[in-house]
């Protein structure tokens, strides 16, 4: 499923070409969505906006670099924790998006999970897509789990975690969803629990 971060990221390159009167409109139709959004999920309306404007700043940065470097890295943002993924070039690639990152105001943590590998494709991508969809479909059809609280990516059939989770029972349930899914390689989670006091 698509997060705020990625719904209005189009949005942000399409002003940025030019397109300032249809990003306008296309933006507060993407705001009004993230508010409606928010109201389902764990964390706050206030928080989902700031989130998917930081989701914004961070896709601006990356494309302003190097448009290898916005093509290659995803961010996912959840109450000011960023999560990077992808599959870059060079070393210097998976320093600099992190760089970039700790730039915006209102970032608070940056979990860089961008790895250096020049020689993944479109295929392997396409894969790890598959993958995703999967995980999804489980996940929303499981009356245990609450899914919109979870943002996943998969890299190279690493499967990455963002969230938060009701419970430790709940977390876990996730976990053993995805593990059923082929293709599979690892969890890397960073979910944190409702009551966690770093919230």
Same mark, same amino acid.
């Given at each position: 499923?698509? =997060?705020?971060? #990625?719904?209005l990221? !189009?949005?942000?390159?399409?002003?940025?070409?030019?397109? @300032?009167?249809?990003?306008?409109?296309? *933006?507060?139709?993407?705001?009004?969505?993230?508010v409606?959004?928010? &109201?389902? #999920?764990?964390? @706050?309306?206030?928080? &989902?906006?700031?989130? @998917?404007?930081?989701?914004?700043?961070? %896709?601006s940065?990356?494309?302003?670099?190097?448009? $290898? +470097?916005?093509?290659?890295?995803?961010?996912?943002?959840?109450?000011? /924790?960023?999560?990077? *993924?992808?599959?870059? $070039?060079?070393?210097?690639? /998976?320093? =600099?998006? &992190?760089?970039?990152?700790?730039?915006?105001?209102?970032?608070?943590?940056?979990?860089?999970?961008?790895?250096?590998? !020049? $020689?993944? *494709? +479109?295929?392997?991508?396409? =894969?790890?897509?598959?993958?995703? *969809?999967?995980?999804?479909?489980r996940?929303?059809?499981?009356?245990?789990?609450?899914?919109? %609280?979870?943002t996943?990516?998969?890299?190279?059939?690493?499967?990455?975690?963002?969230?938060?989770? #009701?419970?430790?029972?709940?977390?876990?349930?996730?976990?053993?969803?995805?593990?059923?899914v082929?293709?599979?390689?690892?969890?890397?989670?960073?979910?944190? +629990?409702?009551?966690?006091?770093r919230?």
């Amino acid at each position: 499923m698509r =997060k705020p971060s #990625q719904i209005l990221a !189009p949005m942000a390159l399409i002003a940025l070409m030019g397109g @300032s009167l249809t990003g306008c409109v296309e *933006t507060i139709v993407g705001g009004a969505a993230t508010v409606g959004l928010a &109201a389902a #999920q764990e964390r @706050s309306v206030g928080d &989902a906006v700031d989130d @998917s404007l930081i989701g914004v700043q961070i %896709n601006s940065l990356l494309l302003d670099e190097n448009i $290898d +470097l916005f093509a290659q890295v995803s961010s996912e943002v959840h109450e000011g /924790r960023v999560l990077l *993924t992808g599959a870059v $070039d060079t070393a210097e690639f /998976r320093v =600099k998006a &992190a760089r970039l990152v700790w730039s915006i105001e209102g970032v608070q943590e940056v979990i860089n999970e961008i790895e250096v590998n !020049p $020689d993944f *494709t +479109l295929l392997d991508s396409a =894969k790890d897509t598959w993958i995703t *969809t999967k995980i999804r479909a489980r996940l929303l059809t499981d009356p245990d789990v609450v899914d919109i %609280n979870y943002t996943i990516e998969t890299v190279n059939g690493v499967v990455y975690l963002l969230g938060i989770a #009701q419970s430790d029972a709940e977390l876990k349930r996730t976990t053993w969803q995805i593990q059923q899914v082929s293709g599979v390689v690892r969890i890397v989670s960073h979910v944190v +629990l409702k009551n966690d006091p770093r919230r």
